[in-house]
């Protein structure tokens, strides 16, 4: 770490990454900032900081880089807090740093779980036609507490009706070939299984199926 006072012996433009600076010390020691900080703080050529001040521009800097890696994620689509918690973190960020970013995201209303939770069980259910069971499986792997779990999927199966979810399903197939063909009928009935459809919910919405034909 730099000593008790140390004298900038130069400030310069990174190649090809302009917005990053490279600063020098006399003692020989070299850095690399943001542009925005050496701005702020007023990193130039001449100038002196004691090694207490630039921990904290140090600091800073992070927090900026953190920041915008973070804004960058969101840019290209919504994210859950453990989802960018964990990009964050896998491009070796100081956990610290990390948990300052997310909490002021979730403070400005740049990412909200709940929000993120309904968008993401809508695509799944329009592309895919899940069930309940698929699609918890799937929100913990972005959302941590069941309780918002839970409360994203009461909203998102009111909206889209379970019997409707299957008979997307069941109508790609022809009620009476099903009703005469008990290994097409099995198959029908694992293929929901296996989007995630309770047993229930797929005998009630097959038999009224059947009983429209």
Same mark, same amino acid.
Request: hydrophobic share 35%; glycine share 4%; proline share 1%.
């Given at each position: 770490?730099?000593?008790?006072?140390?004298?900038?012996?130069?400030?310069?433009?990174?190649?090809?990454?302009?917005?990053?600076?490279?600063?020098?010390?006399?003692? /020989?020691?070299?850095?690399?900032?943001?542009?925005?900080?050496?701005?702020?703080?007023?990193?130039?050529?001449?100038?002196?900081?004691?090694?207490?001040?630039?921990?904290?521009?140090?600091?800073?800097?992070?927090?900026?880089?953190?920041?915008?890696? /973070?804004?960058?994620? @969101?840019?290209?689509?919504?994210?859950s807090?453990?989802? @960018?918690?964990?990009k964050?973190?896998?491009?070796?960020?100081?956990?610290?740093?990390?948990?300052?970013?997310?909490?002021?995201?979730?403070?400005?209303?740049? !990412?909200?779980?709940?929000?993120?939770?309904?968008?993401?069980?809508?695509?799944?259910?329009?592309?895919?036609? !899940? /069930?309940?069971?698929?699609l918890?499986?799937k929100?913990? #792997?972005?959302?941590?507490?069941?309780?918002? !779990?839970?409360?994203?999927?009461?909203?998102?199966?009111? #909206?889209?009706?379970?019997? /409707?979810?299957?008979?997307?399903?069941?109508?790609?197939?022809?009620?009476?070939?099903?009703?005469?063909?008990?290994?097409?009928?099995?198959?029908?009935?694992?293929?929901?299984?296996?989007?995630?459809?309770?047993?229930?919910?797929i005998?009630?919405?097959?038999?009224?199926? @059947?009983?429209?034909?």
């Open positions: 770490m730099l000593t008790k006072k140390n004298k900038i012996l130069s400030v310069y433009p990174k190649k090809k990454k302009k917005e990053i600076f490279v600063v020098e010390f006399v003692d /020989g020691s070299v850095y690399e900032l943001s542009k925005d900080i050496v701005l702020s703080e007023s990193i130039h050529v001449g100038g002196t900081i004691s090694s207490l001040d630039f921990e904290k521009v140090l600091e800073k800097h992070a927090y900026h880089q953190a920041q915008s890696a /973070g804004l960058n994620l @969101l840019s290209y689509r919504m994210r807090k453990k989802e @960018l918690y964990e964050l973190t896998n491009k070796n960020i100081d956990k610290a740093i990390i948990a300052k970013v997310v909490a002021k995201f979730e403070t400005e209303g740049w !990412i909200d779980d709940f929000q993120f939770g309904i968008a993401f069980s809508k695509d799944h259910i329009r592309r895919n036609s !899940i /069930g309940p069971i698929a918890k499986y929100l913990k #792997e972005y959302i941590d507490s069941d309780d918002l !779990i839970k409360s994203v999927m009461e909203k998102v199966y009111k #909206e889209f009706c379970l019997d /409707g979810i299957i008979l997307s399903v069941l109508k790609k197939f022809n009620p009476e070939e099903i009703s005469s063909n008990n290994n097409l009928k099995q198959r029908v009935i694992n293929k929901l299984k296996r989007k995630g459809h309770y047993w229930q919910d005998n009630e919405s097959i038999n009224q199926y @059947l009983d429209r034909a």
